[in-house]
């Protein structure tokens, strides 16, 4: 059984950084490409960032240039580095992965994917 497990999640306040962490079993990784999303209060999820199976990464306009995605085959963990955290960046971010294919548009769309962890709440203060 696929299992996504998100961790890091935490309230800081804004300029600050954390960095989430999703774990992931029941399947071969390395088949997969995986990706991260959010959802706020009252809105509907969104895209942040994906690596694609051949490596490609992509992210929404709205992280770019703060975020950083990354996996580690070798641990089956996927990775967001998130820097200048600002108060929109609240929200429940979500790890998720796809046997085709992981992109986020610069709107923060994106494809459907397969399998979804439950989550880890990220709260930034003003």
């Known amino acids: 059984q696929v299992q996504l497990v998100e961790s890091g999640g935490a309230s800081v306040q804004a300029g600050g950084s954390l960095r989430l962490s999703c774990t992931a079993s029941?399947?071969?990784?390395?088949?997969?490409?995986m990706g991260w999303f959010r959802q706020a209060p009252g809105k509907e999820r969104e895209g942040v960032a994906a690596?694609?199976?051949?490596?490609?990464?992509s992210y929404a306009d709205s992280v770019k240039g703060r975020f950083t995605i990354s996996q580690d085959n070798a641990k089956n963990t996927l990775s967001l580095q998130m820097n200048n955290l600002e108060p929109q960046d609240t929200a429940m971010y979500y790890c998720?992965?796809?046997?085709?294919?992981?992109?986020?548009?610069?709107?923060?769309?994106?494809?459907?994917?397969?399998?979804w962890g439950k989550g880890t709440l990220v709260t930034i203060s003003s």
């Open positions: 690596i694609d199976i051949d490596g490609t990464t």
């Open positions: 029941g399947y071969s990784y390395r088949g997969y490409c």
């Open positions: 998720a992965a796809d046997a085709d294919m992981c992109k986020i548009l610069p709107s923060g769309a994106y494809y459907g994917m397969d399998y």
